[in-house]
């Protein structure tokens, strides 16, 4: 059975930083392209980062490059986003996901996590 868990959401003010990790079980980690995507209340899921196979390529959406950083270590099985330079609009559930192939849109994506909470706040 395939697991994603993502960890390390909370409160934080503008301007501050959080690092969310998502731990994958029960897939070859390493066979898979990884993704984060968030969600605001009241609208659809939205890419945020992606990261090919061996880490070696990243891709963003326009509204946080130069401010995340998605990377991975496959030796842990782990994906992380390291987000910097907060904004109140990054208010958001994050979710980390796990595809076949490097792509930024939702239908494309296998496997899903729960999702974890992240507030920004003034």
């Known amino acids: 059975q395939v697991q994603l868990v993502e960890s390390g959401g909370g409160l934080v003010q503008a301007g501050g930083s959080l690092r969310l990790s998502c731990a994958a079980s029960?897939?070859?980690?390493?066979?898979?392209?990884m993704g984060w995507f968030r969600q605001a209340p009241g609208t659809e899921r939205e890419f945020v980062a992606g990261i090919n196979r061996s880490g070696w390529n990243a891709y963003y959406a326009d509204s946080v490059k130069g401010r995340f950083t998605i990377f991975r270590d496959n030796a842990k099985n782990t994906v992380y986003l390291q987000m910097n330079s907060l904004k109140l609009e990054d208010t958001a559930v994050y979710y980390c996901?796990?595809?076949?192939?490097?792509?930024?849109?939702?239908?494309?994506?296998?496997?899903w996590g729960q999702g974890t909470q992240v507030t920004v706040s003034s």
């Open positions: 996901a796990a595809a076949r192939i490097p792509a930024t849109k939702v239908d494309v994506y296998d496997y």
């Open positions: 029960g897939l070859s980690f390493g066979n898979y392209a």
